[in-house]
Structures are given as structure tokens and as C-alpha cells.
């Protein structure tokens, strides 16, 4: 099985604002798309209900909340889920696509992660990444680096 991470992040390490992103770049959106087409995403309930679309089309969508959700395989706990990941061979190339508290119940398991750094902060954000960027450092190196305007498109595999 192979988890990755995928999320973006600005210089504050904030990747949220009542229950949405605090930015809007189509071009991170591309990437994401283009990275996890074809494969299983795993997200927390709330993630899952800031998706304008639902459920994210041509990848299999996994849920992760206490009570179970309509239109969506849903686990109760990442236990349950990742028994199931487990047992299905087929499902076997995983990003992980928040939020905050699923990110940080993964980040041990991950093999890889893909981070996009805005090069801005933005105000009243009230959700960050988990896990501090000296940690991320010490775990993991950057194999792909890739600037493109405020954004700049990261690889990382685990040391
Ligand atoms: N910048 C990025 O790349 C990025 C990516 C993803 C999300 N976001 C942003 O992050 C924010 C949402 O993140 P969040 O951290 O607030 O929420 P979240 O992780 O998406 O969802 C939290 C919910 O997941 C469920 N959950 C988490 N751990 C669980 C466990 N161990 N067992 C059972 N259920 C569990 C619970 O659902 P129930 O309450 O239903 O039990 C919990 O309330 C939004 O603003 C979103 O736009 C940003």
C-alpha cells in the first residue's frame, strides 16, 4: 500500500477558513486532479462536505466520520478503514486529502507527500497543517521542486 499526503499550505501552514480553502488557484486544482485521478482518496467529514462536488469524480472516495454518510463508503474510525485498504488489493495507491486531524492521523503512515506552498498568508484562517515543516524535514526529502507564481509544487518521499 502506498499513502500519500497531498495538500497545499500557505506561510503560515494554514490550509483552511470556516470549512473551505482560504484561496483559489485553478492551477493547484489541476494538479491535485491530475495526481489523484484513478486512485483512492481518504478525507475527514468535513472535508468531504466542503467538496462542491461530490463525490469526486473517476476516484474511489472514502469517508472517514462517527456516523455514517450518505452517497460514500464511510469509516468510523481509521482502524476500520484501514483494515479495509488492507484487505483490497486493488485499492492500493492512496492520497490522503485532509483535513487537519486525518492528516495528522496518516502522516505516520505515509510514504510520500505532495505539498503546494502559496507564497502568501492569508487572514482568519482557522485550520493547519498537523505536522511543523522542520518535522516534515527531518522525515522526509524533497525529490521534485517546482515553482510556478505563488505556488510552488513539492514531491517528498520518506527518508
Ligand atoms: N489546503 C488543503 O490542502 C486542504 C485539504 C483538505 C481540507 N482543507 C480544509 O480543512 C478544513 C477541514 O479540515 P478539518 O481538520 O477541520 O476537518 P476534517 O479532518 O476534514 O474532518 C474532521 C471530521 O472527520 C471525522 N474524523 C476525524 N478523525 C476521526 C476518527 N479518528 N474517527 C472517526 N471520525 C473521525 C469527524 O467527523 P464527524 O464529526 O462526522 O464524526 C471529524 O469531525 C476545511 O477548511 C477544508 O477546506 C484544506
Not at 481518504?42 to 476516484?59: A, E
Not at 492521523?105 to 502568501?120: S, V
Request: hydrophobic fraction near 35%; glycine fraction near 6%.
Amino acid at each position: 500500500m502506498n499513502i500519500q499526503l497531498i495538500w497545499a499550505q500557505d506561510t503560515n501552514a494554514a490550509i483552511g477558513k470556516d470549512g473551505t480553502l482560504p484561496w483559489h488557484y485553478s492551477e493547484d486544482l489541476k494538479n491535485f486532479k491530475k495526481l489523484t485521478t484513478g486512485h483512492t482518496i481518504i478525507m475527514g467529514r468535513k472535508t468531504w462536505d466542503s467538496l462542491p462536488i461530490k463525490p469526486l469524480p473517476n476516484r474511489k472516495n472514502i469517508v472517514i466520520s462517527s456516523t455514517e454518510q450518505t452517497g460514500v463508503d464511510s469509516y468510523n474510525s481509521i482502524d476500520t478503514c484501514m483494515e479495509y485498504l488492507q484487505k483490497n488489493q486493488s485499492l492500493q495507491n492512496i492520497f490522503v486529502i485532509g483535513g487537519m486531524s486525518i492528516y495528522k492521523h496518516f502522516y505516520d503512515y505515509a510514504d510520500t507527500l505532495y505539498i503546494t506552498f502559496i507564497d502568501k498568508s492569508f487572514d482568519d484562517t482557522d485550520t493547519f497543517f498537523p505536522i511543523d515543516l522542520m518535522q516534515i524535514k527531518n522525515d522526509f526529502k524533497c525529490i521534485e521542486d517546482c515553482d510556478s507564481g505563488d505556488l510552488q509544487f513539492t514531491k517528498w518521499i520518506r527518508k
